[in-house]
């Protein structure tokens, strides 16, 4: 009886909504969380934390013919995980969709989360990190296609736009507040690691401010395990038939499509991951060009999550009413010159301007792009094709901060105009390529005849 009354009030949170939909963002939410508050522990746990990686400085990598330097182990590590998730979420797809299974992949993937989480406040020796990195990825890997296909085969063509965007916007809370969350518990602000000190079992149990971090990361994803396994369940009939081909499609079929308007999609994702994060990596630049400091650089960085988080619910269940493609060109035609007037702004007020435009453009993208990938799965293969869309975020987002960083070398404008450049692909091969999925009683308000 009390876990129907929470089922009821979690649908009833986001009315129209099915409360495992809710369930599964809420759980997307505490391990994207936990996830994030790697990005500000683990550069800190390397540089003045417990590992020692000095036998590591000045070795030379095979074939590349560069030397290690802590930077760059830092950025191997943080890198790592986007990587492995990105290319091991097609395998994942496939394997869910061929067994039609969701949710114990889901589970898996979240257990791999919490134990790898843990285990950081164990290890200190890199290689050991490395390791540790790669089973996260993993994990990631495991759960994102799989609660993307089950959002989508929760979902019909009149609610799939709104569930995705009520999905999105739970990740990007999580996205947003993990990093924050980090940073007080580790006491970064203060100029030293926090110390904690607490009575368990009639002791007085230290930990420092990394422990304790990685202790809530490991929580944040137990608590979307425990979330899945009381909340969730698969459908009675999952539609996944997939092909024993694990190659991602690229050429369109006989409707008429040079390329897969799935393959498109997540091209353009891929464009929109790499201007959000690309502006990471040009913090000093534009700290000096801006005249300003770290707290307006974050709070330009986060304008555009902050768009993402207001208007992802908004978008997604417009796209439902009025069509996919319509948001799909309008994103990526706003992101193009939002992104490329950040190369020539000169004040902080118009840079957020501008991050927070961008940010609409994103949201735009990723709700109906993931409802149309949806939309195109319910014949076969849920998971093998949103995970192309999951995977081109995840990748283009691993990708930004580096092609930043080998762009700036040209000037500060550089990566802002291939990114418009790249952006303006997107647009043209969405226009040209992708057609709509939403019948046309849908999109004209107009009550669905039954016999469709």
Excluded: H, K, W
Excluded at 3 to 21: N, P, W
Excluded at 140 to 168: K, W
Excluded at 429 to 442: G, K
Aim: glycine share 12%.
């Amino acid at each position: 009886m009390g876990l129907e009354r929470i089922r009821q009030a979690l649908a009833a949170t986001f009315v129209g909504s099915d409360c495992r939909v809710v369930t599964l963002a809420l759980a997307r939410a505490a391990d994207s969380f936990g996830n994030m508050f790697l990005l500000i522990v683990i550069p800190l746990y390397i540089a003045i934390g417990p590992v020692d990686v000095q036998p590591l400085l000045g070795v030379q990598v095979p074939v590349v013919g560069i030397s290690l330097t802590e930077a760059l182990l830092i950025g191997v590590l943080l890198s790592l995980f986007g990587f492995l998730s990105s290319f091991g979420q097609p395998f994942v797809g496939l394997l869910s969709d061929q067994t039609d299974r969701r949710r114990a992949y889901i589970l898996l993937g979240l257990a791999l989360l919490t134990v790898a989480n843990a285990a950081f406040a164990f290890v200190t020796d890199y290689r050991l990190l490395i390791g540790l990195r790669m089973l996260q990825g993993i994990g990631a890997a495991f759960t994102i296609p799989c609660t993307a296909a089950l959002v989508s085969e929760l979902s019909s063509d009149e609610d799939r736009g709104g569930n995705f965007g009520v999905y999105n916007t739970f990740r990007l809370i999580g996205v947003g507040f993990g990093p924050i969350v980090a940073g007080v518990i580790i006491g970064a602000g203060s100029g030293r690691i926090a110390e904690y000190s607490f009575a368990l079992a009639g002791r007085v149990v230290e930990m420092s401010g990394f422990d304790a971090a990685f202790f809530v990361a490991a929580a944040s994803a137990l608590v979307s395990f425990l979330l899945v396994t009381l909340f969730v369940s698969d459908p009675a009939e999952t539609r996944a038939s997939a092909s024993q081909d694990l190659s991602i499609a690229v050429r369109g079929s006989d409707s008429g499509q040079l390329l897969d308007p799935v393959f498109v999609v997540g091209v353009a994702t891929l464009f929109m991951a790499l201007g959000l994060t690309l502006f990471a990596t040009l913090q000093p630049i534009i700290n000096e060009r801006l005249g300003q400091g770290g707290t307006l650089f974050a709070v330009e960085f986060a304008a555009a999550a902050i768009a993402n988080i207001v208007f992802q619910v908004p978008i997604g269940r417009a796209s439902d009413r009025y069509g996919r493609r319509p948001f799909l060109i309008a994103g990526c035609a706003i992101f193009v010159p939002s992104i490329l007037v950040q190369g020539f702004v000169f004040s902080p007020l118009m840079m957020i301007l501008a991050r927070f435009i961008q940010g609409i453009g994103i949201a735009l993208v990723f709700a109906p792009g993931l409802a149309f990938a949806g939309d195109l799965a319910q014949e076969g293969g849920s998971s093998t094709r949103l995970a192309v869309v999951t995977m081109a975020f995840g990748l283009g987002t691993a990708l930004g901060p580096l092609a930043a960083g080998f762009l700036v070398g040209y000037g500060v404008v550089v990566p802002f105009a291939v990114s418009a450049i790249l952006g303006m692909c997107g647009l043209v091969l969405v226009y040209t390529q992708v057609f709509e999925t939403i019948e046309e009683e849908y999109r004209t308000g107009e009550e669905p005849d039954a016999t469709v």
